[in-house]
């Protein structure tokens, strides 16, 4: 004889966790999530490269890009790349921000983003640099640490991420924008500029290597 339905026997394994008055657990589940984007997600992400190239090779025109041209930028980029980062290193085990309050986190996240570029121009200023192309070596790594630690801190706290993934996720809004301002010639420092120094009296370094204005260097006449 072959068993029917009647004669299964189901064997269940043991719940663990609180339960309300009916027996059902109070703990709601947590779903895998996987990143992937949407058709409509792709299709933003296509025309976004498409218009910061374009931006970036108008912002070749000038010998300096605007400073509100590159600010207008650098806020462009962050909420979308804060977005699409977020959904790449948040953790698949646990349940990720969605809705309102996503948009809200990522709006945090994005503003502090774009700050830290902020933060790079006054401590640059603030340290005796007359523009950004004055900005030698080693000033320029420690800025850079300083942006870093101020980005990470700001996906850590905002996108409750782990600090490795916050890393990351500011390493990637930090790579894209580093790139396009490289591609639109922005000069962020000396060792990536074109060797020219933007200010009346150059660095130390072009004096040593005769590059800049020769009017601004002391001639001494016998």
Known sequence: M??????????????IGPKDSKGVSVLKPLKRAEFKLSTRELIVAGVLAVLSLGFAIFARQFTEPPTLLLAVG??????????????????DELEEYSGKERSARVGVCALIFAVTWGLYWFLAIYFGNKTLADVDAVQFA????????????????????????????????????FLLAM????????????????????????????????????????
């Open 2 to 15: 072959v068993p029917d339905k009647s004669q299964e026997v189901v064997i269940h394994a043991p719940e």
């Open 74 to 91: 650098i806020l462009a980029l962050a909420f979308p790349l804060a977005w699409v980062g977020y959904s790449f290193f948040h953790d």
């Open 142 to 177: 420690i800025y850079l640490g300083i942006m870093f630690v101020v980005g990470s801190l700001g996906s850590l706290v905002a996108m409750d991420l782990a600090f490795g993934q916050a890393l990351l996720h500011y390493a990637m809004y930090f790579a894209v924008t």
């Open 183 to 222: 591609l639109a010639g922005v000069q962020i420092s000396e060792p990536m500029s074109s060797g020219k120094s933007k200010s009346a009296f150059p660095t130390m370094n072009q004096q040593q290597k005769g590059i800049g204005n020769p009017q601004a260097i002391p001639i001494k006449v016998k």
